[in-house]
């Protein structure tokens, strides 16, 4: 975001928390005299990147542009990839790692042929999935790598200003550590000249003067004289956090709950080599549907593919801005809900710009150019159930009735939703599905809908599709639950209906316990279709006590 833009220091007041996070970028850049701010994310690659790995960036990308507009100030989103880190264990999801990688445990990822045989080394082919991944998202960041940092002299000087405080920043580490690590503890991670691995050793000698330390080879008792610059020795991964930022001069990272002990020591590490360190942000873990932390061993989670097979990337995003320093369950539940908050977040967006919405963010202040959806992600998984519309096209029969000039070419976001539901539907919805028969309390307000329906019919499908004949149904939905045993008394004295009915209906005719209007369902499903499916529920047989 290196193009100039008015600064407008207003946008302080804005209720959102990345003008909160940006604001407080602004301040230290006031107060550093800095004009471009520079904000990183970190990656670790030994995996493939996630949906955690999405959330971070995204989230990121938010702050930075309200940095942009409040201050006017360019800046700049470092992807960082740690890619000189050892490889500690075999990961799970390489084919044929044991035979593969196992030889290589302790290298750095940069330094271990390719599995998949496609690139340079293994750390060069995850960084190609990174990159390829934020690219698939739009991300506007640029790449680093470590191992080409580090080879090229980019942190030679906070190098060589950690050997010279290399026992302060000790002292910083070792009240954390164990007997056994504590006694071995350097910051300092040599690479062996031989086999390549990087070294836990401890330092048997520093030499500031000379820009090197003195280790003993454990295999052979040798001492070895290292290089603390151009690439022959990685800093341990603390230690390294904050050596980056106080070499690179970072303004802001963010970082999960589970970092927020490593946060204050990394910052301290960077006062101790004499930077302040970047302005932090802590977001909380995600949980699964039990409320347990999600864990890519145990496979609890909601992986980022799992969820744009069932939903649009912009309902992720709206899922990840939603109170990030709030403990969010993510599990595939939550996908419906997440996708309507964004269509309607959008909409708002159209008709009144909003700086504190979601929308306004994930589209980077401006509405996007195609169509609303002229119904909901739960309205078409409702059509999907009701009508047993197996496929996309058989589903688009039913959009047309609501949206007659509907068409994938005219409205590209509501064909991505009609395959969306009908995966959805197919996967997570219709399997649980199990409608019941009305019992005999409620027959009355069943049979009430469908004369009311029939009674109507010309008149409703005389109306414009869509909405206005939505509303005209739902006027007799209404009046057919104005029964026993669903009357509820208003406030003004008046007989109303109580949630019971609306509950009611979806439990017969769906199998849920719940669902959007059901007038707008009937009107995209058709009236005699409507009034063929509660017929169907009418016949079937109550069930006996005890039976579910």
Known sequence: MGRGMNADPT??????????????VADRMAATGKTTALFETGYGPSGLPHIGTFGEVARTSWVRHAFTRLTGLPSKLLAFSDDMDGLRKVPDNVPDGERLLKPYLGRSL???PDPFGTHDSFGAHNNARLRAFLDAFGFEYEFASATDYYRAGRFDAALLRMLEAHEEVRQVILPTL??????????????HPRSGIVMQVPMEELRPQSGTVVWRDPEDGALIETPVTGGHVKAQWKADWAMRWFALGVDYEMSGKDLID???LSSAICRVLGAEPPVSMTYELFLDAGGQKISKSKGNGLTIEEWL????PESLSHFMFQQPGRAKRLHFDVIPRATDDYLAQREKLRAQPDMASAAWHIHAGEAPNTPEPPLSFAMLLNLVTVSAADTPERLWKFVRNYAPGATPETQPLLARMVDYAVAYARDFVLP?????APTPEERPAFLALVELLRAHQAEIEALPPGQPQAERIQVDVYDAGRREPFIQVMKDGSPGVSRGWFNALYQVLVGADQGPRFGSVAAAYGIPETIRLIEEALAREPALPGEG
Do not use: Q
């Not at 097979?309 to 649009?312: G, I, K, L």
């Open 178 to 191: 164990g007997p056994d690590r504590r006694a071995t503890y350097s910051p300092f991670l040599p690479i």
């Open 262 to 264: 490593s946060v204050k």
């Open 110 to 112: 940069t330094a271990i």
């Open 432 to 436: 649980g599905l199990k409608p019941r």
């Open 11 to 24: 946008l302080r007041t804005v209720k959102a928390w990345p003008f909160e996070e940006a604001a407080k």
């Open 309 to 312: 097979r069932y939903a649009p």
